[in-house]
């Protein structure tokens, strides 16, 4: 594949991601009258998932910081992994379940409200961002490489910051929004 077709195709995918939990946010699709009941502990799954993938991205940065390249590129596998799943669980989750809301008489609103719109925002951003590290990182193994190691730490100079705040936000907001869900 060349470099502007999967340039185009990561757009493509970020905006079909964004456009789905738009439209998950606005409840258009229809949903069954039974909900299963896994999922009710998708949220848990995702702050597990979310704290898991901080965990692998720091442990990620201390292999590259060390120079071990083929544990750091298994380790952002797996993150990437990881990520992916919980963004199909944040999916199921936010099509068939009711959104939770934060008291608005709670002192902790303003903050958890710029913490969920920082995460809400930055989520969108990073996600081509991520997806055009991961290639970079996988294509530095291939003949002519070296182009895509400059392209690759280049790239997560923004990406990496920006997917750790969001592992880490995923979790507090989880913590936050816990108490009031509905079920």
Known sequence: MNDKLVFRLVMVISIIVFVAVIILNKKILPVPETIPSFV??????NAFLNGTCCLLLLLSLYMIKQKNIAVHKKINIIAFG??????LSY???????KEAVFPVDSPLRIPYLVILISHIILAAVVLPLILL??????????PGGQIYIHRHKKLVRWSYPIWLYVTITGVVVYIMISPYYAF
Do not use: A, D, R
Not at 40 to 45: A, E, F, Q, R, V
């Open 82 to 87: 990881l990520s992916s799943v919980f963004l």
């Open 133 to 142: 590290s991961f290639y970079y990182g996988l294509k530095t193994q291939l």
């Open 91 to 97: 999916i199921t989750y936010h099509w068939l379940m």
């Open 40 to 45: 009710y502990k998708l949220p848990k799954l």
